[in-house]
């Protein structure tokens, strides 16, 4: 019976660790939060049992791997998007160049708020 049990949390998390997998793929990041939480629970609820699944474990394992993975790749993409925003922002507010004896020479940027109004 706590084979059984052990057996359908396992399916449970294969079928979810698929979802998250076409989510990172996808890049649905508000479903990547909604699966978080099941994920957590179908985990803690396999790290309870009292004896270990029958089930595939290393098909599972291999999969939470997968989506590691994937998920690490996707925060990098983040944080260089994110370094390139701020990178951006600096230019804007101004620019530095070196002169031929290395010195360095900011040039500030002029950057306008103003609403243009066109007929």
Known sequence: M????????????????????????????????????????????????DSAPTGDLRAVQGKLTRNQALLDG?????????????AHRRIRRSLDTYDQNGRKHSIPGDIAHNLEKRA
């Open 2 to 49: 706590m084979h059984d049990r052990g057996n359908r949390i396992l399916d449970q998390l294969d079928g979810l660790l698929e979802a998250e997998r076409g989510a990172l793929l996808r890049g649905d990041l508000s479903q990547l939060m909604a699966l978080t939480a099941e994920k957590e629970r179908l985990v803690d609820a396999l790290n309870a049992l």
């Open 74 to 86: 996707a925060l990098q993409g983040i944080r260089t998007v994110a370094a390139r925003l701020a």
